[in-house]
């Protein structure tokens, strides 16, 4: 049971690249997240899935596109991208129903654009 | 739309000292609340929620919550804490019994514990 598995650990854009942050879980869970964190702004969300087949913008979804490709995975897409985009990247599940809610954590994506 | 507010940005306490954060949220629906700790270069994960019941909650690692409904808080205390507790501290709200809608979190709170 790896928990939330995110791939690459590291990665170094130029200005203008693209790159796909890819994403799994394998607890089963219906709801999975994308936020990004910068020093000094806690965490803000890019894009969720509440289940299969649909996303939802966050409040930062600007620049960022997102697949939900099936249950397990959810990936993360910068088509084109900016210095501005420089942070460290989570990927989150979330158990669902009235006790659950709970959301369990990737170890991160640390991404650098120059 | 629902909002988490947490009032320390940052706390400095000495080994040994308790602990209290604060973390007020506006929903006036019933709601799950967490409390996520990231330890240094580490991703968040979860310390202790509350969904229903008793509203004093223990979590790890000697940590516990208080659910007040009327103040719509949900605090973080430790009697004693530890230099190994330095972490950022998040609080975090979501509907109750519902598999829709995002959790919300509060901006987070670091704690430096000095040895």
């Known amino acids: 049971n790896a928990g939330v598995t995110q791939t690459p650990k590291f990665q170094v854009l130029k200005t203008g690249q693209s790159m796909t942050l890819q994403c799994a879980q394998d607890?089963?869970?219906?709801?999975m997240y994308w936020y990004r964190q910068d020093p000094g702004m806690g965490l803000r969300l890019i894009y969720y899935s509440a289940s299969e087949g649909t996303t939802d913008k966050g409040e930062v979804p600007n620049g960022y596109n997102v697949s939900r490709l099936n249950k397990r995975e959810f990936s993360l897409r910068l088509e084109s991208a900016a210095p501005s985009q420089t942070s460290v990247y989570f990927c989150a599940s979330e158990k669902a129903g009235g006790a659950g809610g709970e959301q369990y954590f990737g170890p991160g994506t640390r991404l650098t654009v120059t | 739309a629902q909002s988490v507010s947490q009032h320390n940005h940052h706390v400095i306490l000495s080994e040994a000292a308790s602990l209290e954060l604060g973390c007020n949220y506006s929903y006036g629906g019933t709601v799950n609340l967490f409390w996520y700790v990231q330890y240094p270069g580490q991703h968040l994960q979860l310390l202790l929620k509350?969904?229903?019941?008793?509203?004093l909650v223990k979590g790890i690692k000697g940590f516990e919550a208080e659910f007040i409904k009327s103040k719509f808080s949900f605090n973080l205390r430790k009697p004693s804490v530890q230099w190994s507790d330095t972490a950022e501290y998040f609080c975090?709200?979501?509907?109750?019994?519902?598999?829709?809608?995002?959790?919300?979190f509060g901006d987070g709170t670091t704690l430096t514990v000095k040895p």
């Open positions: 607890m089963n869970h219906n709801s």
């Open positions: 509350y969904f229903s019941g008793d509203p």
């Open positions: 975090a709200v979501k509907l109750y019994n519902t598999n829709a809608g995002k959790s919300t």
